[in-house]
């Protein structure tokens, strides 16, 4: 590819209507998202005439791709912070393989967004390099879960706080509804019939096309549906184990995405010795590849019934009372930021914060910070 441009089904798009903005192979050995986006793209002629909108597909990182590496200088999915991104934008940009990819992703992202005045939905394809069901990566604002619960995958919240840089989190902060989709181990032909499978739901979900003007949507629904039978429909993330190449890690073999775990089970070993899982509950995204900085998430299934008390919550706008339980205080500069002393907050834990839109953001001076999210 010559640009980062996959394919676009309509310049410009009608007035209104919904724009979905599909990133694949953001890391160079994940080709699997930018060939289903291929295929889309090729299948997408035949529903022109029944599509109301606009889909744009963009290859991630074009220089990893060719490498078949995960990136070459700089992991490109932790390259969207805020400062990352002024600086991009300055007349002395950073100078490496990745922020060449971002200078030319960058542009296409604000220009197609400043041209477009309808509901705006970012899909972010990935692969992983342990074997598992699809699963939807959900960044926990109501508008995001209101998408990922149209799909028939597992829903896992909380990722995006573990990480820095995400670009799914970038366009998420932008106020614009998001989903990162796994859809299964790197080289696995059946992950590019699962991004396949989701990109044509995600027309119907938003709206631009009817589900039975989709010839096979059946098809696409049974596709998903059969991967992830058994399995919990909501997991949340609680801890991340990092890693850097001077650890050594090596994952235990034989784990996939959502093997259950019992509490000091062996995971994996570094230099330091063994490590073992801190309680029970399920392993994520387990590190079989020499790149990457996440030896692996720990998430636990969460019951569906609490998502519909913490939109409650939210709705009722109940969070700003947080400010006013004890050990808990506004942020001076960041209004939509707490503060809480965990000496004295000790019961008022991260998933209570959760519960009423917060995002665990940053700890400092042994103080935790809670930021509010964009619903």
Not at 120 to 141: A, M, N, R
Request: glycine residues 10%; contains cysteine; charged residues 25%.
């Amino acid at each position: 590819h010559g640009v980062p441009v996959i394919a676009d089904t309509a310049l410009p798009p009608p007035d209104g209507t919904p724009l979905i903005i599909a990133v694949g192979t953001i890391h160079g050995n994940e080709p699997a998202g930018s060939l289903a986006l291929e295929r889309f793209f090729r299948d997408a002629e035949a529903l022109a005439p029944k599509l109301s909108g606009r889909v744009l597909g963009l290859l991630g990182n074009r220089a990893a791709l060719e490498a078949d590496e995960r990136y070459i200088d700089t992991d490109l999915n932790r390259a969207w912070t805020p400062e990352r991104v002024a600086q991009l934008r300055s007349d002395s940009p950073p100078d490496d393989a990745e922020a060449r990819e971002q200078l030319e992703l960058l542009p296409i992202l604000d220009r197609t967004l400043a041209e477009h005045d309808g509901p705006v939905v970012f899909l972010d394809l990935h692969t992983s390099s342990g074997h598992g069901p699809p699963f939807g990566t959900v960044g926990d604002t109501l508008r995001n879960r209101r998408f990922a619960l149209s799909l028939p995958v597992i829903k896992v919240l909380g990722i995006e706080e573990q990480l820095d840089g995400a670009l799914l989190e970038y366009m998420n902060n932008l106020g614009h509804t998001t989903l990162g989709f796994e859809g299964g181990q790197h080289r696995d032909p059946g992950a590019v019939e699962r991004h396949y499978a989701m990109l044509r739901l995600a027309l119907v979900t938003t709206g631009m096309i009817r589900a039975e003007d989709l010839p096979d949507y059946d098809d696409c629904q049974a596709t998903l549906e059969n991967a992830v039978q058994g399995l919990p429909e909501i997991i949340e993330v609680c801890s991340r184990h990092s890693i850097t190449p001077e650890d050594e890690f090596v994952m235990e073999p034989g784990f996939m995405n959502f093997s259950p775990v019992r509490k000091g089970q062996l995971l994996a070993r570094d230099r330091n010795g063994p490590i073992h899982a801190p309680d029970d509950g399920l392993i994520i995204l387990p590190l079989y590849q020499g790149s990457g900085n996440d030896g692996f998430f720990f998430g636990r299934a969460v019951r569906p019934v609490w998502l519909k008390v913490s939109a409650l919550l939210r709705r009722l706008r109940t969070p700003g009372l947080m400010g006013l339980l004890p050990g808990i205080r506004r942020h001076p500069e960041e209004p939509r930021t707490l503060v809480a002393d965990p000496r004295i907050a000790r019961f008022y834990t991260t998933e209570l914060f959760h519960l009423f839109g917060f995002r665990r953001l940053r700890e400092e001076h042994g103080r935790i910070h809670f930021q509010r999210r964009n619903e």
